[in-house]
């Protein structure tokens, strides 16, 4: 049965299992009827956008049907002088940054694979993105939201106003919920002007450059929109072949702001010794995009993505206790670090498949004990099923599963895929 | 509360916390009995914590005596939320007002609940940083008042309300327990659902706060109107343009001549809606932006433009611009101030039906808003001891909340609920709803002892209620 379920729904399989059934709804009422009878029957759900995230989260403690939301992929409404757009929560995040865009406009979500990723399904990741720190997070510009509780309560907060203390803002508790305490059907964002240029500057940074380069690029006066050391990638970024590690900048703004970024960044890099820095000016949302894909690309079956979170401070400390690790397990280690987040995504891999099961246990017991604050990114799923999602649980866990309780009493959304088995 | 239970209320706190935190006596209760809003019972016994400890153990002893706890900053807020409406404890964080630790590097702050809002401004000032949220009210308010409120400010249209600044918090239960949650957790985001919600959740005891880099160059541009409408009109093409000022504040001419004679920043007195826009950045940029913006003030009839260029002259704008409310006393005995948002198109029709509302109703209004947020402050202004006024303002600011609500909008776009809009929560919300927002309430505070009857509408069980009629509750200013 499981078998021929799996031929059935391709792309609906987590860690190794299927659903017996994948449900398309078309409107949210039949979303909310839907899962009211999940409720009622005892059926699990797990909710679906793209998968492209579904790595995030541990493998469900059971999993009966799958809910595709992409059907549900409208405009409701946008007023772009209003700067605000409400959306369903199926639409793809390209569709979305596709409908802004006519209008000069966007929303700072930076979802990797986002003519996949769908905006639900990346509210529901608490996806961070590197340009954070400039602009803030996603849950930041989700100014209301209506959501489906798995009794099948309908229920909105906040509104298509940018500034609101009217009730509590329950669409915080969705975003980064993993779809756990109700299923985001809408979603209401304020935007942004896109920025008059968008500038990437890459250069090599040789080994003996690499913490000169970071210092000064840390301390510069006009701030990139995101800073990003890379170290490995190759494929995934610009083909070239690379040892060493190379700084990506971007930088946004008044053309004015920009040039003076670029001459800041040419000299902080030259006093460092960095030998040349390449300016990308045509390509800026593909090359972008390729790098954040990089977040969650995998090798195959043979390697692992994680994350660690932490302060820009301690970025190289972090990396250098996972390439020492990464060593001794005989694991490849490729890093993005975000100097400006503090964020170290981390893929470890090896050349051979079969190598990998070999080696990835140890390094994952590594991890979640050296490591706290690290979470998977991405993994095959027979490999993520080996791994934890979280390297710790928070200390407020008990509030968090009074809270799932409070509102999927019966364990129907997504059960056991989320922290401390939530 | 019996007279015994006064008693053994009091006695158990200052055992928990010592008599010089405990205030009894019925001058004391009642300098803590009221808010911006409005006056109400007077507490059992005010309570002034030295530290997170003190916090738990007062939370202890109201679960023991089942007595409810109102914690409160500065009481400066707009709508009876520290006010307890059902007696028990006021806990003032007057003495938990320090910043614990200071990370320049990372740009963040840790603060006690107590710190003024524009004391950790001028304290990170020497390190090129400040604190963006900026209500009106920052140079009494507190950080702890500003997170319960999602407090806002002019400058909420460029860098957001607390929300996006609050970067974790410590808060003790409704059990007594300390519990910290960080926006840099695993897990739900307990932060984001804890600002806001007005003391009804936990008790913040310490905060996380983000920093930002103080800009290079500030410029500070009034523009004089002949109307609000154009000015308004002004401010949608502004934000509709894209273009990205600090602030984009109106007042209208009632507002200014008030203002003017209390402060005398320079506002020009004869226009009817003054504009005050401002722009922070690289200088060059900021220069730039300044020409564009006047540009399209002009274009939407501007009749004038004047920058400060002294930062004591953008100061002294920016001064009575904040201290309006202070100015108020000049145009009227009472005033009632609204804080209903509307997309920010709507802002002309929004300004041009609130005019009528008021001259139906028979009153003069005052408006001075965030304009850049679609955020208005109407101020309706009366005299309370004319018969017949209070319930005309009671009506009028029934009927903006509904014409804001028509219009997209929303109740309050900064100020909170409390205990002002809580009936009119149902015109916002569905009782499915609240019920939602009510199961939060559940899993945090189900014995409803932290800051009850606030927010959720009176006699609400499970969401089960309806709009009420237009109401002012009893001790009210106004």
């Known amino acids: 049965m499981a078998v021929e379920a ?16 994948v449900f398309v709804p078309q409107n949210i009422d039949e979303l909310a009827a839907f899962l009211r009878e999940c409720d009622d029957a005892g059926r699990a759900a797990v909710v679906f956008g793209g998968n492209t995230l579904q790595s995030l989260g541990n493998a469900p403690a059971r999993y009966d049907v799958a809910i595709d939301m992409r059907a549900l992929a409208a405009v409701v409404e946008y007023e772009p002088r209003d700067f605000t757009i409400s959306v369903e929560a199926g639409m793809t995040v390209a569709a979305l940054e596709r409908e802004l865009a006519e209008r000069g406009q966007f929303v700072p979500l930076d979802a990797p694979r986002p003519s996949l990723a769908t905006v639900g399904g990346t509210l529901a990741s608490g996806w961070l993105g590197p340009r954070r720190a400039r602009y803030g997070r996603s849950r930041d510009y989700v100014i209301g ?68 380069a970071v210092a000064n690029i840390s ?32 930088f946004e703004g008044t053309a004015r702001a920009v040039e003076r970024a670029t001459r800041e960044v040419r000299s902080a890099l030259g006093a460092a010794g960095v030998p040349e820095t390449r300016l990308v000016d045509r390509e800026v949302p593909s090359t972008f995009a390729h790098v954040i894909d990089a977040y969650v690309a995998p090798l195959g079956a043979r390697s692992t993505t994680y994350c660690s979170y932490g302060l820009p401070a301690d970025l190289a400390a972090r990396r250098d206790l996972l390439a020492a690790r990464a060593q001794q397990n005989e694991l490849i280690l490729e890093t993005i670090e975000d100097l400006c987040n503090g964020d170290l995504v981390a893929r470890v891999s090896t050349n051979m498949t079969s190598e990998f099961v070999v080696h990835i246990g140890d390094f994952e017991a590594y991890r979640r004990d050296a490591l706290p604050r690290t979470r998977v990114l991405a993994a095959p799923g027979a490999i993520r099923e080996l791994l934890e999602g979280w390297s710790d649980v928070p200390s407020s866990l008990d509030t968090m599963r009074a809270l799932k309780a409070r509102f999927d009493p019966r364990g129907t959304l997504s059960p056991g895929r989320f922290v401390g088995g939530i | 509360m019996t007279g015994s239970a006064v008693d053994d209320l009091r006695s158990r706190l200052i055992e928990a916390i010592g008599p010089e935190s405990v205030l009894t006596s019925p001058e004391d209760l009642t300098a803590y009995a009221f808010d911006g809003f409005c006056s109400g019972p007077l507490p059992a016994a005010v309570v002034l914590p030295r530290t997170t400890h003190d916090v738990s153990a007062v939370v202890r002893v109201a679960r023991a005596t089942g007595e409810p706890i109102v914690p409160r900053g500065a009481g400066t807020g707009l709508c009876g939320g520290a006010v307890a409406n059902l007696g028990g404890i006021v806990m003032s964080f007057s003495r938990m007002n320090r910043m614990l630790s200071l990370d320049t590097r990372n740009r963040r702050a840790r603060v006690q609940p107590g710190l003024v809002n524009a004391e950790l401004s001028r304290i990170v000032a020497g390190d090129g940083l400040f604190f963006g949220p900026d209500p009106s009210s920052q140079k009494t308010s507190t950080l702890g008042g500003n997170t319960a409120t999602n407090a806002g400010g002019p400058h909420a249209f460029a860098y957001g309300s607390m929300s996006a600044h609050v970067l974790g918090i410590e808060y003790v239960d409704e059990a007594g327990d300390v519990v910290t949650v960080s926006l840099d957790d695993a897990g739900y985001d307990l932060t984001g659902a804890l600002v806001g919600s007005e003391g009804t959740l936990g008790i913040v005891t310490a905060i996380d706060l983000r920093l930002m880099r ?59 809606a003054v504009l005050l826009v401002e722009v922070a950045g690289e200088a060059g940029d900021v220069e730039a932006a300044e020409r564009t913006i006047a540009g399209v003030a002009r274009s939407h009839g501007a009749l004038s433009w004047r920058s400060a260029t002294s930062p004591r002259e953008r100061e ?117 709803d609240l019920a939602t927002m009510a199961r939060l309430r559940d899993v945090f505070d189900p014995r409803r002892a932290f800051n009850p009857e606030k927010i959720f509408p009176s006699g609400a069980v499970c969401g089960e209620v309806r709009a009420a009629q237009a109401t002012i509750p009893a001790g009210t200013w106004l």
Not at chain 1, 6 to 21: D, I, S
Not at chain 2, 377 to 391: S, Y
Request: proline content about 6%; aromatic content about 6%.
């Open chain 2, 316 to 432: 002294a704008l920016w001064q009575s611009r904040k201290g309006a409310a202070a100015a108020f006393g000049r145009i009227a005995p009472n005033y009632y101030i609204q804080d209903a948002t509307v997309p920010r198109t709507k802002l002309p029709a929004a300004i041009r039906r609130v005019a009528e509302i008021a001259s139906d109703c028979g009153l003069k209004v005052g408006n001075v808003f965030h304009a850049g947020d679609g955020n208005l402050h109407p101020l309706l202004l009366f005299d309370r001891r004319i018969p017949g006024h209070i319930e005309a303002v009671a009506h009028a600011g029934h009927e903006i909340l509904a014409t804001c609500i028509a219009f997209g909008g929303t109740i309050s776009g900064e100020h909170g609920i409390g205990t002002e809009k809580r009936d009119s929560l149902p015109l916002v919300f569905s009782d499915d």
């Open chain 1, 219 to 250: 301390a510069l006066g006009e701030e990139p929109a995101a800073a990003l050391v890379i170290r490995g990638f190759a494929n995934e970024i610009d083909g070239r072949d690379s040892i060493e590690g190379r700084m990506l900048l971007l």
């Open chain 1, 6 to 21: 799996a031929r059935e729904f391709p792309g609906f399989g987590l860690a190794g299992r299927m659903p017996e059934r």
């Open chain 1, 145 to 212: 939201s209506t959501a489906v509780l798995p009794d099948g309560t309908v229920a909105k907060s906040g509104g298509m106003v940018v500034k609101n203390v009217t009730g509590y803002d329950v669409t915080k508790l969705y975003v980064g919920s993993l779809g756990t305490l109700g299923t985001i059907a809408k979603a209401n964002f304020k935007t942004l002007p896109v920025p008059e240029v968008r500038r990437i500057a890459i250069a090599a940074l040789p080994e003996r450059t690499s913490a000169r």
């Open chain 2, 214 to 272: 103080l800009p290079e160059a500030v410029r500070v541009c009034v523009a004089a109107f002949p109307d609000v409408e154009s000015a308004s009109e002004a401010v949608s093409a502004i934000v509709a343009a894209g273009l990205l000022p600090t602030a984009l504040e109106i007042m209208d001419r009632t507002i200014v001549r008030a203002v003017e004679e209390h402060f005398h920043a320079g506002f020009p007195m004869d226009a009817e």
